[in-house]
């Protein structure tokens, strides 16, 4: 008895799984079709992809070695999260999270963080701007990536002073766009 009972709540099962799999499951023949007016209405986004962050980092790699810098180097996307990472092997252990920081804040402020470290210290940005997230750092060394005019991720730098932070950060950028 024990056994038939087995078969047949395997053959319910398969029934049940069998039905879910067409109501939800797209068939290999579905094909979706946007026409020109309903192209019109879907944003298009722009948006930084894995290759690009890992441009920039090398770019910015090459600067910072042509200049002795031992620095540490992130690009994080538009939801700060890390696409691409480089630690120079003579950089501090401490300019790894000080370049994500740079970024995430650069990312999150959508200016430089020069700019901001700046505005604080004229006041014309608060101060308690440093407590809004436990990953703003205001520290010289964080660029926004734009695109279109939209900041789709940042580049941080740690490691050298701020001024040779921000020009390494740069060089990475620029070179997302010669290699276009």
């Known amino acids: 008895m024990e056994k038939q009972y087995e078969k047949t709540g395997y053959f319910y099962c398969a029934i049940?799984?069998?039905?879910?799999?067409?109501?939800f499951c797209w068939s290999k023949d579905t094909q979706v079709t946007i026409n020109q007016q309903q192209q019109q209405t879907i944003p298009?986004?722009?948006?930084?992809?894995?290759?690009?962050?890992?441009r920039n980092v090398n770019a910015a790699a090459i600067a910072a070695k042509k200049d002795?810098?031992?620095?540490s180097i992130t690009v994080v996307d538009a939801s700060g999260q890390t696409l691409a990472v480089l630690r120079d092997h003579f950089a501090g252990v401490h300019t790894i999270r000080a370049s994500y920081k740079k970024a995430y804040t650069?990312?999150?402020?959508?200016?430089?963080?020069?700019?901001?470290?700046?505005?604080?210290?004229?006041?014309?940005?608060?101060?308690d701007l440093r407590?809004?997230?436990e990953n703003i750092l205001i520290l010289?060394?964080?660029v926004p990536i734009y695109i279109n005019?939209?900041?789709v991720g940042a580049v941080g730098v740690g490691g050298a002073h701020g001024c040779e932070d921000v020009r390494v950060a740069k060089a990475g950028?620029?070179?997302l766009w010669l290699a276009q």
Do not use: C, H, W
């Open 106 to 127: 650069a990312n999150s402020q959508k200016r430089e963080t020069a700019v901001i470290a700046k505005g604080i210290k004229e006041s014309t940005i608060p101060a």
């Open 149 to 151: 005019d939209t900041v």
């Open 16 to 23: 049940y799984f069998s039905f879910i799999n067409r109501l």
């Open 173 to 175: 950028i620029k070179a």
């Open 44 to 54: 298009m986004v722009a948006q930084l992809t894995g290759d690009m962050a890992q």
């Open 68 to 71: 002795n810098l031992a620095v």
């Open 131 to 133: 407590y809004l997230d």
């Open 140 to 142: 010289d060394g964080g």
